[in-house]
Structures are given as C-alpha cells and as structure tokens.
C-alpha cells in the first residue's frame, strides 16, 4: 500500500475508508488543482520506502513466515518436513523453537567487521536505509569480533517496561500515544532525524545470518552461537528438539513465559535446524518451506467491570465505555474499553460490577469476550443508556435500524470537543502538543470555539495554561504553523464527517 498515511506505523482507518479517502482527495484536486501539492499520495504508485529514506535492495530477501493457528497445523508440517528428510536421506532432522519477536524486522550489514548499513524490511525485496537511526542503538556493535563480511536479520523492538515508560512520559507531555510496543518500535526507527530516533529505547535481537563470506556452518544453531561470539545480542529463547512432542512442550513452555518475558512476542517460530537441508527445501514465492510461526491465541485476563460511562464522539454518537480494574494484558494496561452499543451490553448481559474475561491480541483494542456469571454477589447493577445526552443534555436518539444512540444537540460541546481532538490528532493535522487536556482547557477559558481559532492562538494565551509554559507555547505555535503546510488529504482526514464541514473548508482554505 502507498502513502503516508501507512508510514505513519499508525493504522487506525481501515483499507475501505482509505481508498474512500483517496477518491476524496482527487475529487478535490481535481476541482482545486492549485492546492495540490507535488508529493501527493495520488502521484505514488506502490512502494513502501518513505520519503526521505533510500531505497535499499536485499540480496537475499526477508522473508515473512507461514504463520499456523493449532498444534495439529505444527504436526503437519514437522511430518511433512520429515518425509522430504527421508526422500532425500537426511537422517536425524532437527529443529529449534524461538520467540517470535513482536518488533521490526531489519538487516544490517557489515564489511570487513565493520557496521557499513542497515535496512527495515520492507516488502522483503526493498527495504529503507536507516542505518543513522539502527547507529543509536546501544545493541549493535559497530565493530564485530571477527573482520568478516556478513548480513545478519534482526528484529528491532522496545521492551515491555520501556514502552509504558514512554507512553507515561508522552502522556505527561501531553502528545498521542503509542498503540503496542511494535507500533512504537517501528515508529521509532522510521523517523527522518535520528536525533528523534536517539531518545528512543530501541533495542535488538538478531536471529539470522543472510549471507555469510568464507565461513559455513552445519546448523542454525551454530550459526547463533557464532553471532553471539562476534558480539550480538542474539534472540535469548531458542530451544534444541528432535521430535513432534518436543516441539509442541517448547511451545507450551514459551507460551507460559510470555508474560513473564521482558520484550513482546507475537508467536514462536519453528525452524529445521540443518542448513544444508533447508536449502533442499528452499522457499514459496513468500515463504521459505523449512519453518512455520505458531500464533498464540489472545491473552484473555479476568478483571472488574467497575463502572459504565458514555463517550459522545464528534458525530453525536453516545458509546458506553467499560471502566476497567486496570489488569496488564498482552503487555499493555487496560483499564478502559469500548462496549460498542447497547445491543453489545444487552447481548453479553453486562452488569456493572461484574467479573468480565478480556482479551487482547496484538495491537487489536481490548475487548470484553464474558461474563463470569458464577462469580456474581447480587449487587450487580443494570445499565441503561441515558435518555439524554450526559454532555448537552440534548434528546439523545436511537434511529431505526441503527445500533448506535445519538445526541441531538447541535451545539453539542462534546461533539467540538471530539472534532477538536481528532483535528490535531496524529492521523489528521498532526499537531504536537493539541492534546486532550489543552484542547480542554482553550475552550474553557474560550481561547477557541471552532477549528480556526487554533491557527489566531496567541503565545500568551497558550503560555497563560502552564506554570513556565513559554517554551510549551512556543513549541505548540510551532506545531501549528507546521500543520499549515501538511498535504492536502491530512485535512481532508482532519476534517471529515466533522459537522462544520464546510464552514471549515472554506475558513481553513483560506488560513493555509
Ligand atoms: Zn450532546
């Protein structure tokens, strides 16, 4: 897929609204051709290299895995394996079972010891050069032990405990959050200034050799032994086994660490250990035929469901969200999730109070798969949606046909809120520092009251917010100023389904 918007690590829109969006955007060019700008999305064709990366093209490409979803599908493919062996009589075939880490995949190179480039990967065949940004990383020798030419895949990730320092710290500056720590990883090293890259926790594990001058080795266990000898930091969980029964309790026993492990995993993978044999097996056109990733099924928790609130969100849509006894799932704390409608609470039979069972996988929102009814005292409330809107206090409507309630309010304070909210977010105007709690604060003290207010701020009236918050000011005029020169489909994005629609437009045209 093109674009920016996917560069950005950030995906929340999905592909349908995507391609809506771009039919939008040359609807638009097409009637304003003087606003379109030259680097336009609708001038791209494919490719996944931002712009400002060079392009780097791998000699052998980073393949991705076939992934499996069941111990059965593991099985199959171990006798499958086994049977080549014996057709090409292979005795003794073996395997080792890794972590599969949830980061960035990326190759570094290196010429006579020494750290000469690194790139993501990628569509597997073309990746970015981000050897600047892979040089801050505290982990990658810049000189290995041996003065060889080798290329080494790895996978580049921040740990559990650095990720939610980091959200906390961009939670106190008051910019977005990250949604995994793969998001923030990725996100991280695909930043155009190092410096950015610098301060971020990136850290790696390698876990393959691509190429390798005048050295061969029998198996990919020796091949890890030796990258740890040079001076690696090579993927720490990977375990020897000869059969199926070992393979699947290596599973079972990485399965039971994940929580326990410093850095997210997404699976383990499944690899024949016999390099010669790999060869014979060779690859698909994606996927190489001599390992498989088992995906674990989502970490589910158990919590309370302490209370219902309901969010109207800048369409008018009321959403009861669950407030949650903050519980650590798949690496993240949950302590809020969406409830979706009111058939949603009907349909699961919520109370609040209740004992729910929540799950996550990935970078997927959290979500409430049950109720432990057994586990019910009797004080257990009913919800309700309100009959009104708890902002505006507007006749809060259910349209036939329709699973959501919407408040009528056309004034609606929350529905400005949200509009103001998503206009500065990350995936719309991108505006550094127009976070939930300053937007807040601009409209109570009625510094704004609609989306052009942000570009007449004065540097006074954001300072008068903080305590010493001149420097804060400056840099949110800063940031401002900046969103004035975003391509034309961020305010397309900005501005969307927002109820001053066209009043924006034209004031918004105007100002930038
Ligand atoms: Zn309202």
Known sequence: MPGKYYDEDKPEISDFEY????????????????????????????????????EVTHEIPLLSLQDVFSLEEVEDFVIKTNEKAKENNIEDVTYVVETKIDGLSSALEYKNGKFIRGATRGNGQIGEDVTENLKTIKTIPMKIQDNIDITVRGEVFISKDDFEKMNQERENNEEELFANARNAAAGSL?????NVTKE???????FNVQKIEGKEFNSHYEELEYLNKLGFNVNPVRIY?????????????????????TFGIDGAVVKVDNLKFREILGNTAKTPRWAVAYKYPPEQKETKLKDIICQVGRTGVITPMAILEPVKVAGSTISKTTLHNEDFIKEKDLKVGDTVVIQKAGDVIPEIVEVKKEKR???????????????????????????????????????LFRNLVHFAS????????????????????????????????KLEDIASLKKNGKKFAQNLIDAINKSKENDLYKLITAIRNSSCWSKSIKNISKKI
Do not use: W
């Open 190 to 194: 695909r930043q155009l200034d190092s």
């Open 19 to 54: 391609d809506m969006l771009m039919v939008e955007l040359r609807n638009l060019e097409k009637e304003f051709p003087e606003l379109k700008n030259k680097d336009s999305l609708t001038e791209k064709v494919g490719g996944h290299v931002k712009k400002g990366f060079k």
């Open 241 to 261: 086994c000869k059969t199926i029964k070992e393979i699947e309790k290596a599973i079972q026993k990485i399965g039971d660490q994940r929580e326990k492990l």
């Open 200 to 206: 971020r926790p990136l850290d790696i594990y390698i």
């Open 377 to 415: 005292t009797g004080n257990e409330i009913d919800f309700e949606m309100p009959k009104v809107c708890p902002v505006c206090g507007a006749k809060a409507v259910r349209e036939e046909g329709e699973a959501a309630i919407r408040c009528t309010g056309i004034e609606c304070p929350a529905k």
């Open 426 to 457: 990350k995936e719309a105007m991108d505006i550094d520092g127009l976070g939930e709690n300053i937007i807040q604060q601009l409209l109570d003290r009625k510094l704004i009251s609609n989306i052009v207010d942000i570009y007449n701020l």
